[in-house]
Nanobody, 116 residues
Framework: QVQFVESGGGLVQPGGSLRLSCAAS????????MGWYRQAPGNQRELVAD???????NYADSVKGRFTISRDNAKNTVYLQMNSLKPDDTAVYYC??????????WGQGTQVTVSS
């Protein structure tokens, strides 16, 4: 049974910062990539950023220059440092793991609200 421990969401004012973390455990398989997706009300879930075990990184255009993804392979943990937050960043943020089997798993999600 794969388990996720997500933390770091909350309410922040525009221009503020938050740091999300997600630790995955419980699988006998290795992780190929870890990442963050988000879903705002009425919108489809979209990729925010992901990082492979080799360190290759993708960012959504909307977060480039503001968000930084990083990963601790030994701890199966991924982080998302979010700076210069905007109201449009408000969403539920989901951790995603892509195992070397090609199967993906989702965390339970953490709410990020950017509002004054």
């Amino acid at each position: 049974q794969v388990q996720f421990v997500e933390s770091g969401g909350g309410l922040v004012q525009p221009g503020g910062s938050l740091r999300l973390s997600c630790a995955a455990s419980g699988s006998i398989f290795s992780i190929y990539a870890m990442g963050w997706y988000r879903q705002a009300p009425g919108n489809q879930r979209e990729l925010v950023a992901d990082i492979t075990s080799g360190g290759s990184i993708n960012y959504a255009d909307s977060v480039k220059g503001r968000f930084t993804i990083s990963r601790d392979n030994a701890k199966n943990t991924v982080y998302l440092q979010m700076n210069s937050l905007k109201p449009d960043d408000t969403a539920v943020y989901y951790c995603h793991v892509l195992w070397t089997t090609g199967i993906g798993s989702w965390g339970q999600g953490t709410q990020v609200t950017v509002s004054s």
